[in-house]
């Protein structure tokens, strides 16, 4: 793979679809305005960052079906380079709506696909190839996945003398955070 300084993963991207209404009804029919798609998750907003601020980096992402197949055409036209990882289960959807009068957001998160096993090793064998100097890994991980699923990343990486800054939370997060003494 290309050289770059900083690669960012995304193991449970979201196409997330945003849209406005007025009134919100129990058991009535909400009319929303024309939906917004927005390419989602930790470590593409990650990249879509570092691009606005005139930067760039390797974007990896998970992809899969017609909801992946937008995904990429919405990191694409931010012109951000990207290495994606097709999946056979599509790739999750969030919902988020904004009510008009109230000003109130309502955010819907989905839970991402499950992986058949050569995807879970794609995902590795991917990261084994980078040639980074910092992998930002950002977001949560897909159903069921081992929770020590980015702790078998980090070591991936460290092998290879990568900087890894984690962004996750919950049994993931604790699985990967081993204190530093200086």
Same mark, same amino acid.
């Given at each position: 793979m290309k050289a770059h300084v900083i690669t960012t993963l995304t193991i449970n991207p979201s196409l997330d679809k945003s849209t406005h209404f007025t009134g919100l009804i129990p058991e009535k029919k909400i009319r929303c305005e024309t939906p917004r798609y927005d390419a989602g998750g930790g470590g593409i907003n990650v990249s879509k960052?570092?691009?606005?601020?005139?930067?760039?980096?390797?974007?990896?992402?998970?992809?899969?079906?017609? @909801?992946?197949?937008?995904?990429? !055409?919405?990191?694409?036209? %931010? /012109?951000?380079?990207?290495?994606?990882?097709?999946?056979?289960?599509?790739?999750?959807?969030?919902?988020?709506?904004?009510?008009?009068?109230?000003?109130?957001?309502?955010?819907?998160?989905?839970?991402?696909?499950?992986?058949?096993e050569e995807e879970k090793q794609k995902i590795l064998s991917t990261i084994s190839e980078l040639n980074t100097s910092y992998l930002v890994i950002?977001? @949560?991980?897909?159903?069921?996945? !081992?929770?020590?699923?980015? %702790? /078998?990343i980090i070591e991936i990486a460290k092998k290879s003398n990568v900087k890894v800054i984690m962004d996750t939370s919950g049994e993931a997060l604790v699985k990967c955070w081993k204190p530093v003494y200086i």
């Open positions: 960052a570092i691009s606005k601020l005139g930067g760039n980096s390797l974007c990896v992402f998970t992809s899969g079906g017609s @909801s992946g197949a937008l995904l990429e !055409e919405l990191v694409a036209n %931010q /012109k951000i380079e990207s290495y994606i990882i097709k999946t056979k289960n599509w790739t999750r959807e969030n919902f988020i709506a904004f009510e008009n009068v109230s000003k109130a957001q309502y955010r819907f998160g989905f839970p991402g696909n499950a992986f058949l950002s977001g @949560s991980l897909n159903e069921g996945l !081992e929770s020590d699923f980015y %702790q /078998k």
